[in-house]
């Protein structure tokens, strides 16, 4: 683990437990992954969840898009680095980057956060962050985190109920598993063809005993839209490309 100039760096490995077929690492950890490391930054930073909280200020993730360019194995030691960018509006902005042992990079990730209050997750200005963060605003990745994601003609795809297993210490579905319903629900052919971008909006938060309506558009170009509600809620866009 590592803290130098505003990026924070630790060396993981891949376990089997979180990769699916071929030995590849699935969608879902890779969120987590990214998930963990923006954590763990404001932790040596001196911002632990639990100080946040006694703050009366949390990061929620707003939006997300992945670029896999080589997608990890079990096995694999990745070098993983996150930095804070800035802020724009309401949103905080953070960049990841996976490499391997060589410095050959293989995933990358950018995430738009929005501060919220821990009780009632009502959406705060920057401004009521109560210290400061170290900013990298001269590195980005190749891919931004807002995506065009439109459905023209929407399929009703099926029900999910959320499960107790599903939720977090925010008491809402997890970012990560939002990732594995979308590869549940795909028509597109993900047995034979890797998913090579992923990006979601996060519009609304579901909790424990509702239901997601989901559906679904599929492209020629092996792009698969997927939307899901909670009543007339839209819950969240995602979009996967093979």
Not at 23 to 35: A, D, E, G, M, P
Not at 101 to 130: C, F, N, Y
Request: net charge negative; charged share 25%.
């Amino acid at each position: 683990m590592n803290y130098q100039d505003g990026v924070f760096e630790r060396t993981v490995r891949i376990a089997y437990y979180e990769c699916g077929q071929e030995n590849k690492i699935k969608l879902s950890n890779v969120l987590r992954h990214t998930q963990e490391i923006a954590s763990r930054h404001l932790d040596v930073q001196g911002y632990s969840y639990q100080k946040l909280e006694q703050l009366g200020t949390v990061f929620l993730l707003s939006r997300l898009a992945v670029k896999l360019w080589d997608i990890p194995r079990a096995g694999e030691e990745l070098v993983e680095r996150t930095w804070a960018k800035g802020a724009k509006g309401a949103y905080f902005l953070r960049d990841c980057t996976f490499l391997d042992k060589e410095g050959r990079l293989k995933v990358e990730v950018s995430t738009m956060w929005i501060l919220v209050d821990p009780q009632t997750h009502s959406v705060l200005k920057p401004s009521s962050l109560a210290f400061s963060i170290d900013m990298r605003p001269d590195l980005s990745v190749s891919i931004p985190a807002k995506q065009k994601i439109k459905m023209a003609t929407p399929e009703y795809y099926g029900h999910r109920p959320v499960r107790f297993s599903d939720i977090d210490c925010n008491h809402h579905i997890n970012n990560a598993v939002y990732a594995d319903i979308c590869c549940d629900f795909a028509h597109a052919n993900l047995w034979e063809k890797d998913i090579r971008v992923f990006a979601i909006h996060f519009a609304h938060e579901a909790k424990f005993g509702e239901d997601l309506a989901v559906f679904g558009e599929q492209s020629e170009n092996d792009t698969q839209l997927i939307l899901a509600k909670t009543g007339e809620n839209v819950c969240f866009e995602a979009v996967l490309m093979l």
